[in-house]
């Protein structure tokens, strides 16, 4: 029995060295790494950079009121379309007081004058029927009397403009009601009725009544690092993706770059519009956010592979061409690149089409990813 025993855990330990000795010797075989491969195809490469910013109206026109006082009506509110000499809203005037004395004292003169000139004119009348005076001087009676009526009635309207701001000529405008000088839509309007507001002079700039704009003519305007700002140039095409309209894109055309960049967080930023091609059926609002999408550069039906496929050393690139599949063996080859979108990359020499290249090292975890999404 004991030796049978002792037979037996002899075996075992042999067993136990034999596996141990296999064990290390397979650990220190090299481990066949395996690549992924990626094909040479021909496909267009694009270059594209983006810029950030908003979709505001070419030109917004701001309405001033041509007299001082207190809004007193509103005809109009923001989102409303205006044609030119629409009335947006009226104005009740308040007098200066001092004009309106002076205002007063020529329209009492002027009654006093035409009293005197009428009672003139109905004497020199008789007396020029019974031949009593000459023509010349009935003649300057006349225009006496005719010159005091107008200065009658143009005391009349003074008096009128001053305390109402309304004159009693009806060939004449009234300036108590603030019109659109523009075709477009109202913006926003900032007054109330029973705000005070101001007419602009030499040390005011008025109060603003109302914003108008002509919402046909968008432009987006946007920032462009320096980095970039210097591969575009006046003239070049744009897509247009406004967040609010994720859906649509939109085309424009860059008409303008800032001579002179801003800092803004450590970096120069450039201004930069682009005038927009609206579609009829699009409703787009003044500040909407949007980015602009612009075509740096192209090249069409050209080699290409995975940009991640290069490697580079110094200023050359290269790539392992799969010369046989089983086992894995790849000849190292340089090549010349062209255009880049930082995704794929164009290749001008040292490939064919059809090829095979090597792509990624297959790991455990590529595998089992691999797996999971088939």
Not at 101 to 118: D, T
Request: charged residues 30%.
């Amino acid at each position: 029995m004991k030796k049978i025993i002792r037979i037996t855990l002899l075996v075992l330990l042999i067993v136990c060295v034999l596996g141990t000795f296999v064990f290390l010797w397979n650990k220190s075989k090299p481990k066949e790494i395996i690549y992924s491969t990626e094909e040479v195809s021909i496909g267009n490469i694009e270059k594209r950079t983006v810029a950030t910013g908003k979709v505001e109206p070419r030109n917004e026109i701001l309405i001033k009121p041509q007299m001082s006082g207190i809004i007193s009506d509103i005809y109009k509110e923001a989102g409303d379309k205006v044609k030119i000499g629409e009335v947006i809203a009226k104005i009740k005037v308040i007098p200066d007081m001092m004009s309106l004395s002076n205002a007063q004292s020529r329209l009492e003169r002027a009654q006093i004058a035409i009293e005197q000139s009428k009672k003139n004119f109905d004497r020199d009348n008789n007396l020029y029927t019974e031949k009593v005076i000459s023509k010349e001087e009935f003649e300057k009676t006349v225009l006496q009397y005719n010159n005091d009526k107008e200065e009658l009635k143009a005391s009349q309207d003074n008096l009128s403009l001053v305390r109402d701001g309304i004159s009693n000529n009806k060939t004449l405008t009234t300036n108590t009601l603030v019109r659109s000088t523009i075709n477009g839509t109202i913006l926003d309007v900032p007054v109330k009725v029973g705000n005070s507001v101001i007419q602009s002079n030499n040390f005011n700039d008025g109060t603003t009544i109302a914003t108008i704009a002509n919402m046909n003519d968008m432009l987006f305007v946007g920032k462009m690092d320096e980095t970039e700002v210097g591969k575009i140039k006046i003239g070049m095409p744009m897509d247009i993706t406004i967040g609010a309209l994720q859906d649509k894109k939109l085309s424009a055309i860059l008409e303008y770059v800032a001579p002179k960049g801003t800092e803004e967080n450590g970096a120069i930023m450039f201004e930069m519009k682009a005038a927009m091609k609206l579609d009829k059926d699009i409703n787009i609002r003044a500040g909407y956010s949007a980015n602009a999408e612009i075509l740096l550069a192209k090249s069409e039906n050209v080699l290409t592979i995975p940009e991640s496929c290069i490697e580079f050393g110094g200023d050359t690139a290269f790539v392992y061409v799969l010369k046989t599949k089983k086992p894995q063996t790849f000849e190292k080859k340089q090549v010349k690149t062209g255009l880049s979108d930082g995704i794929r990359i164009e290749i001008k020499e040292g490939l064919k089409d059809k090829e095979l290249i090597r792509g990624a090292e297959i790991t455990e975890a590529t595998t089992n990813l691999e797996n999971e999404k088939k």
